[in-house]
């Protein structure tokens, strides 16, 4: 960390769709560490912000039929939507189509094409359309893209590359003297793993006529920049680079860059080569955490709708989703997403440990301290564990906030919570309250609660920030949570004594079965209805295990007793098929002899009419019953795959 400046990014998110529940979760885990610095006195530049060029915001613009603007206005404003309402406390948020951003991007185009690391070459290869990345004949995975599994396109143009592959050795050295660069460590070994096989160079263009909707090329009107080259810049483009020298040298290097594992590979190899070539300093740590699924399943449009963020907020609350996303997994593990285990995550930590012990606590505090906290007089049972556990949590903190541990951070916040619950068991304030005598010991016990509670609230902040003030507010605090560092818990007491507390609503209300039911009930029937949606959908791997060919009749006769059905003997090159077809009504056996027709090749041979059928030609059908066979409008060889 420079000084005390604080520096954290989130990923820019593409506008091709709408914010989903992953977007949500790196945003918010940025947010909690953003707040818990600014606890800590620290000048936070929070950033996040939208990638708004490329194929796929171009693709997703024309399939709405509006200009790509358009296009991301209206989305873009769907993702600071939702980040008010999961109340991020981002200090920018950046468009990659602003201005300002455009006008970095191209003077680092033109610096580095300037110092001689940007060249024109030609590219001949494969390219991936939906993930808009170039591979070589080595990397594909049964022809495939490595990275998602779908089919490639052989490509072969001219193109500008950055010198990305002659400072692999300077970056796997980076990676091995900075342990620490890329966390977590699994995730740095396969960084290095990745960088073992050679580094080519990086395409950063799109020529003009495939690809508009991007930044040009200060040198060359011809080409756009590449949508990865563009949007890395965003991170110090935002905090105004070169243009803002004072603003930038204050905050860089980035503290953390978070992003998903999907994007590892982009942030530390691509970026980090790229801030070498303008000799910038690294960020100190790019953060890749885990994937989420839903119910088991990967998130797809249909199955989004169950977990949409605002709607998870409506029936839940907003920091009911922010504890749960960060306690359920430790961040960097993948993780799965249930309204049950939600459900009761809330039930048992939320309502029943924190929000139980305030009610409680206030209700005592209330009838037997006269509604003030108490002057603490005589210590007893409990006590010295109470201060070490808290104490315990509290020195934790800062190295936790440095590995991003926020599930640590929660569990052991719930320890003092749930330590706190059984010191009132073990002292029992009511019978205390029935003596007179007993009275310095029931001040103690109910200071040392609420101090517990005071300490507790400013814990949660980063994470349940309006859950925080509800509890500082009905404790009577004057401090803000918000600014009160959690170094000043070090010191056991720092709560004062005669403060009139104001008890309120319930923190979290309990969800009881009968309501657990209906939200599940709904949850369930919109999740079949779905899932239904996403088994009509076929994946492009289920559509190419169809092996369609196109073959040429050599024979066709017709079948007796059958109205509907012809035998046709049909040439697909490597051999000779029998099949049967529903086209006699349409047909006569004569016509059909040498038509080139398109045939599915791989289709479990059957009998019909107790004829043998090893295949099927393809045809459309009227709802009359007229049939006409499906063709082409050049002439094929039989045998030639029909994709
Ligand atoms: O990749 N689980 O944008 P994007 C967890 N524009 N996190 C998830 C997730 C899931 N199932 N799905 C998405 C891009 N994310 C580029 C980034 S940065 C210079 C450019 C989160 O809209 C996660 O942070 O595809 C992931 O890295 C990011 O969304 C990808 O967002």
Known sequence: MKNNNYYITTPIYYVNDQPHIGHAYTTIAADVAARYQRQCGREVFFLTGVDEHGQKVQEAANKRNVPPKQHCDELCQRFQTLWDRLNISNDDFIRTTEERHKKTVQYVLQKLYDQGEIYKGSYEGWYC???????T???????????????????QEHNYFFKMGKR????????????TYIRPESRRKEVLGFLKKNLGDLCISRPKERLSWGIPLPFDEGFVTYVWFDALINYI??????????KFQAVWPASYHTVGKDILTTHSVYWSTMLDALELPL??????????????????????????????VEEFGVDAIRYFLLREVPFGLDGDFSHRALIGRMNSDLANNLGNLLSRALNMINKFCGGKTPKPEITGKGDEELKSIAGEVVNGLEEQYERLAFDKILSSVWKLIDYTNKYIVVNEPWALAKKEEDRPRLNTVMYNVAESL???????????????????????????VAKTSPETLKEWGGLKPGQ??????ALFPRIDEKKAKKILDKVESAWEQGTKEDQDLLTIEEFMKIDLRSGVVVEAEKIKKSKKLLKLKLDIGSETRQVCAGIAESYEPEELVGKKVIFVAN??????????????????SDEGGKVVLAGYDQDVMPGWKVK
């Open 129 to 135: 359309l939906p993930d808009e990345r170039f591979w």
């Open 137 to 155: 004949e080595k990397d594909l995975v049964d022809g495939n893209c490595p990275e998602c599994g779908r089919k490639v396109q052989s490509i």
């Open 168 to 179: 692999r050795d300077w970056l796997i050295e980076h990676l091995n003297t900075n342990p």
């Open 237 to 246: 483009s935002a905090p105004g680079y070169p243009f803002q020298e004072e």
């Open 283 to 312: 960020p100190q740590s790019i953060f890749a955490h885990g994937w989420w699924t839903i119910n088991g399943q990967k998130m797809s449009k249909s199955l989004q709708n169950v977990v949409e963020p605002n709607q998870l």
């Open 454 to 480: 005071r300490m507790a609230a400013v814990l949660i902040y980063p994470f349940m920030p309006q859950t925080a003030k509800e509890l500082a507010d009905q404790l009577g605090l004057e401090a803000d």
């Open 500 to 505: 009139a507390i104001h008890s309120g609503q």
């Open 603 to 620: 289709l479990k041979p059957a009998k019909l009419m107790g004829i043998e059928s090893q295949g099927m030609v393809l045809a459309a």
